[in-house]
């Protein structure tokens, strides 16, 4: 195998055993990424300069015999939503087009901590709002299994460069399911953790109380070695939570006999895909046979979760967005008049549509007169969400479901309606709703050789149950080796 196909813990061995250098490694990347990248466009900005640097000082610990860091060398991509101190973060939006951080988001520290190699910045929807990635103001990213379709989205870049090896792992962000649902459509692991483990700090603010950060692998093992690297309460983000963070390598136990599954009913819908049901029952199906116990589980308000997430991610993201005014940071207007023209002209050509109607229908939803009929009404409905999740894991450890109603679909099937765009979201904001971690793994193909994305879902800081049914999942089967074939001889 390339070096570029290699998982971050199969690297470290070779970087350890200096059967290879970090340098080597990152060059290899770039090499795949001339190669690839013109196909897949899943980057905004490229650091080669920052990251062959970074390569040789992880190079000079190696050959020191220094105790190096298990993603130390090991080359990662970065969503474009989190702030990388010198390094243009766009949020795939104008208006933040020649936006560079003064500072770093706390997870880039914590990673720079580990010494890895930076290889770039991920396209996104803008302000990470959209499911399919057909919202960045730059470009649209291909699926590497598929150049005609989506990555899916938010994160859809983050998904895809993995998927593509043209980074060895990255993280993303994971508001309504930014992380799960593209890490499904590209066929690679993905996982949110519990709101309030990963810091915000430096994480461009969508929707507040749902944002986290969270990483894309090629198995299960390096997201626990991610997870391990990013998570702990930070002084900086009142949201983070201190509490302990394990190491989540130690949940990596090939046994799940004991634990109990949850199936919830809500989710198994005629709407769903059938051969998306099909081989998440067949996955489920792989954990009973392996110890698990299986029952059903109810979670009622699931049909309310897409109307909830829809009042309150705009409304959070209307107070969030409104900092764009032209005055400190950010796109300005040519030619403002005075200055309520400035903000105006500012804000409409800086945004896109996406991001315009967002702002609309947070801004109205909390409006007076409207606040408790639309804002004030989806927080209680939210509760009940959570409410139902909490009863849920009174009976069971972890809950399985499909990640995403469909496979990818096809680039321009679903930007003219935006229900239809939302509704890719049906089976992943429940869970952020609650502050659940998940995670997204591979667990099959559809016929036409498409992806197809198990949801685990556990309680609130419970990621270790989830790490332990997905890597015993993993480790009984096949699914995470298969890779797609990019198809480099057709039009770019
Ligand atoms: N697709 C959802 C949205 O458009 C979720 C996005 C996200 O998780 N950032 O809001």
């Given at each position: ?31 795949r990424i001339a190669e690839v990248e013109p196909h897949v466009k899943g980057y905004l900005t490229l650091t080669k300069d920052i990251a062959l640097e970074q390569a040789s000082r992880a190079d000079a610990g190696f050959q020191n015999g220094d105790e190096m860091p298990p993603l130390a060398g090991i080359p990662i991509a970065i969503k474009d939503v989190i702030c990388t101190k010198g390094v243009r973060t766009t949020c795939g939006s104008k208006i933040l087009e020649n936006f560079v951080p003064p500072y770093n988001a706390t997870v880039m520290t914590k990673l720079h ?380």
């Amino acid at each position: 195998m390339s070096l570029h196909e290699l998982t971050a813990h199969a690297l470290h061995e070779k970087l350890k055993a200096r059967e290879i250098s970090a340098q080597e490694l990152t060059e290899a990347v770039y090499e795949r990424i001339a190669e690839v990248e013109p196909h897949v466009k899943g980057y905004l900005t490229l650091t080669k300069d920052i990251a062959l640097e970074q390569a040789s000082r992880a190079d000079a610990g190696f050959q020191n015999g220094d105790e190096m860091p298990p993603l130390a060398g090991i080359p990662i991509a970065i969503k474009d939503v989190i702030c990388t101190k010198g390094v243009r973060t766009t949020c795939g939006s104008k208006i933040l087009e020649n936006f560079v951080p003064p500072y770093n988001a706390t997870v880039m520290t914590k990673l720079h901590e580990q010494g890895i190699v930076m290889v770039g910045k991920t396209n996104m929807d803008e302000f990470a709002m959209g499911s399919s990635t057909e919202n960045s103001a730059y470009q649209i990213t291909h699926n590497p299994w598929d150049l005609k379709a989506i990555p899916g989205g938010s994160s859809g870049g983050s998904a895809a460069v993995v998927a593509a090896n043209t980074a060895i792992c990255s993280l993303g962000s994971d508001t309504g399911g930014s992380i799960r649902q593209p890490a499904a459509l590209c066929g690679v692991v993905g996982m949110k953790p519990t709101y309030g483990r990963v810091s915000r700090y430096g994480l461009v603010a969508f929707a507040s109380s749902l944002d986290q950060i969270g990483p894309f692998t090629k198995d299960v093992t390096d997201c626990a070695l991610l997870l391990n690297a990013i998570c702990g309460s930070d002084a900086m983000d009142a949201t983070s939570v201190d509490v302990p963070v394990p190491d989540f390598t130690q949940a990596l136990i090939n046994d799940v006999e004991g634990l109990k599954i949850g199936v919830p009913k809500e989710y198994f819908t005629p709407a769903l895909d059938t051969e998306i049901a099909d081989s998440v029952y067949a996955a489920i199906a792989v954990l009973e046979g392996l110890g698990a116990t299986v029952e059903e589980v109810s979670l009622p308000h699931t049909e309310y979760a897409i109307a909830t997430y829809y009042i309150i991610a705009p409304a959070e993201a209307s107070a969030n967005l409104a900092r764009y005014d032209g005055v400190r940071y950010g796109y300005r207007t040519e030619n403002p008049e005075a200055l309520i023209s400035m903000y105006k002209k500012t804000r409409s050509e800086g945004f896109g549509e996406e991001v315009k109607r967002r702002i609309m229908l947070g801004t109205f939803a909390l409006s007076a007169g409207y606040q408790d009929a639309y804002y004030k009404k989806a927080q209680k409905v939210r509760t009940l969400i959570k409410s139902d999740f909490d009863a849920a894991f009174e009976k069971v450890d972890v809950i399985a479901t499909p990640t995403s109603p469909t496979p990818a679909f096809k680039i321009g099937e679903r930007t003219a309606d935006p229900l239809q765009m939302y509704l890719s979201d049906v089976m992943t904001t429940p869970a952020s709703h609650a502050g659940l971690p998940g995670i997204s793994l591979p667990c099959g193909l559809v016929k036409s050789g498409l992806p197809i994305g198990l949801q685990l879902l556990g309680a609130p800081f419970a990621e270790e149950n989830v790490l332990r049914v997905a890597y015993t999942f993993e480790q009984n089967t096949e699914h995470h080796r298969q890779k797609p074939q990019i198809q480099t001889n057709g039009d770019v």
